[in-house]
């Protein structure tokens, strides 16, 4: 059997196809999905998960032609128990059939056997939940990583491993400084060397990191320290990440990140489908806006960048 | 309502009635079944998550009156999809109703809404898996125990967060070194901070730590600089781990810990049974031997610590 592309290819191709370096978050919650879908479910855990799963297939018609790949967060569905789990798989497939890159947002870390079960459960076969990449934890070290591994080399799969991430309390472990570097400068190290065999022809390994938009001095350094690092920046718009702050992750391409966007983009929906347009729709123009706001930032920037410099 | 008893509380009594400071670990995987269960079940994960169920069962029923608490390792059961995740919540069930503390052994690591969703999908509620306890990761900080707190205060359960885990790659991250300590005992000290609230009247927090059992040394120093901090102790046996190296890390009436046993007691199922044996018998004579290895340990260090000192 021949082995499938390379993740990190996979990324960098689809990123400059569509002029958008965007994995767009479906993190589907009851106030996301319009006023009458979330009223007609009720408490239903079982009327839930299908309404996510109406509303991620509408958000995914939506973002057809805009962005790359989907990031979906597997703690709501898993929420919801079984109809959850089983709407969560689904709505991967879905999201695969449309063409998308999906990342399953799982952020597992375990060790032995129990991380190989892990990708068993994640990575396709007969469990269903099949993602092209998943998002793992760096804590326990190599050993949650390597049984990943091969899967991702052989079927040309990917992992992003938490690095530093956008919310409040990262700091807590991430910025603790050991032998003069920040702990996540260590774990990106690591995460680099972890994922060493599994570069692509763009130079970029299918082993990438998490960095947080909202922290954009922390991600501009691990950029600069690690140029084909492939990373996933969460923390774009509601969580405070501006355009400016993630475009100088990006290459001379304006490739080699993906960032995530869940709010910003599906907030657009309830208030379209509640005044009786449609939320697919306003999903789209959302994307549309988010992918114009990089590229205007990135034009900006090099505008600066080529223009006359005083010292 | 009446809040329920405190965690910590719950497990020091439940090991100090049953004098065994054990949580048995219940990971079932094909080469545990008996030969016969193992092959019915061939590839179909409808099969052999019903025969995980039974192994549970059995399993459970021989550790009545042994151990105070069971660990399940849910990856194992995520592995096998739906019929899986459904076995893992009904083990679960099974477990309590016996009497037994249930750990979760999950590693979840998220943050804001997505951990609050996985707090709901895990302790109860109607999504199935109702746990006693979980295992959580530190490497976000204090948002990804903050949505578990409220839970532990009101329902009387737990969450063990990994601080020095068993496993060989465990030194890559958590023993850099930072401020002259090693980042474990910074998580350490974290740990015992965000639980302060959730202290019960043994003094223990229902915020307790992983601290493997295969890094004595590590574990001693945890031990002597968090005297009251309960700690759930995995790689006792099959990863190498020996009496003598836990019982430094139990308090003065043998309490404080949770050693962490699924292979060693688990192997003694499958001889048993392709002998037609009862593996549930054997099941009760292993965790029973586990019991005792750990008091004549106990006894043994008290002997000697009791003893005249030479300098």
Known sequence: ?????????RVIA????LASPIAAGIDPRPDLLSSRAAAA?????????????????DVLDGLVGVVPAVKVQI???????????????????????????VIGDVKRGDIGPSSQAYA?????????????????????GRDTIAPFLVRCREEGRGLFALVRTSNPSAPEVQDLVAGGR???????????????DLRGAEGYSSLGAVVGATYPEELAAIRSRHPRLLILVPGYGAQGGTAMDVVAA??????????????????????????????????????????????????ARRRAEGGPREA
């Open 1 to 9: 059997m021949m082995a499938k592309q390379n993740f990190a290819d």
């Open 14 to 17: 689809r990123t400059l196809e």
């Open 75 to 101: 703690a709501f569905y898993e929420a919801l128990g079984l109809p959850g789990v089983a709407a969560y798989a689904r709505t991967l497939r879905a999201a695969k059939e449309r063409g998308f890159l």
């Open 250 to 299: 990006l290459d001379a391409r304006a490739a080699g990140i993906l960032v995530a966007s869940s709010r910003g983009i599906l907030r657009a929906y309830r208030a379209a489908e509640d005044r009786g347009a449609s939320g697919r729709d306003a999903v789209h123009a959302a994307a549309l806006e988010m992918r114009d706001q990089i590229r205007a930032a990135w034009d």
């Open 182 to 196: 920040p702990i996540y400068e260590h774990v990106a190290g690591l995460v680099e060397e972890w994922g060493r």
């Open 120 to 140: 068993d459960a994640h990575f396709g076969a007969a469990a269903g939940a099949d993602a092209d990449a998943l998002t793992v934890s760096p804590y326990l």
């Open 41 to 57: 479910a009720g408490g239903s855990h079982v009327r839930l998960a299908r309404a996510y799963e109406r509303f991620a297939l």
